[in-house]
């Protein structure tokens, strides 16, 4: 029992670790951009704009607020042939105008909604593919988070995001299983873990001293 115990914990290993990598190297080299930002990506500015006319406008679309506007607004986009998350929705009530800044990796939309008119002004612009890995990065994130997930594919990565998390701590737990039971390894792990824990602690205490 031990020794097919061992097999399937290190099959396991093995293969939730093929399964992430992907994530990991996305989420690393995310990380890698938001630290060393670089300004030779394409430069900000509308890629091109376009104007929708007699648009289906819920009635109460300005009292509304929250998710219940971002469902609302979900009908708007979807009949100007917009498609992406809602980052947030910029009311100007003296205007009856609305402000909808969407986003895809890549790709910023902007939908400037004016309510008595029906009418929808579209601009596009590209971000480029550092700011996509940022994007990516901080989604899901604590910002906004009664109206963030609001499309289908930004949800499917936040479980992707999830189930990367979860399986981090499954290889991390499992490894150190998989080294116990090495006994020619043990020494060398030791010293490993005891490196690993000052490195992490000396940082702490620099950056909380």
């Known amino acids: 029992m031990p020794r097919r115990f061992y097999l399937f914990t290190r099959d396991l290993h093995l293969y939730a670790g093929l399964f992430i990598s992907p994530f990991v190297l996305l989420f690393a080299f995310s990380v890698f951009v938001l630290v060393h930002p670089s ?3 394409p430069s900000p500015g509308a890629a091109g704009t376009a104007s929708v006319k007699n648009l289906s406008v819920p009635p109460n679309l300005e009292t509304l607020s929250g998710r219940a506007r971002v469902d609302a607004v979900r009908t708007i986009l979807d009949q ?9 929705i910029r009311h100007f009530p003296l205007q009856h105008r609305l402000s909808i800044p969407v986003s895809v990796p890549g ?53 992707l995001a999830d189930a990367t998390v979860y399986l981090l701590l499954f290889i991390t737990a499992s490894g150190i299983y998989l080294w116990t039971v090495l006994r020619s390894e043990r020494r060398t792990g030791v010293a ?18």
């Open 80 to 88: 100007a042939g917009v498609h992406g998350e809602i980052g947030f």
């Open 39 to 41: 300004n030779r990506g």
């Open 107 to 159: 790709r910023e939309t902007t939908l400037d909604l004016d309510i008595g008119a029906r009418l929808a002004t579209i601009s596009r612009r590209e971000t480029g593919i550092s700011d996509a890995l940022i994007l990516l990065h901080k989604s899901p994130g604590p910002h906004l988070a009664d109206i963030r997930m609001n499309w289908l594919p930004m949800r499917v990565w936040r479980w």
């Open 192 to 209: 490993l873990l005891i490196a690993g824990a000052l490195s992490f602690f000396g940082v702490v205490y620099a950056l909380v001293a």
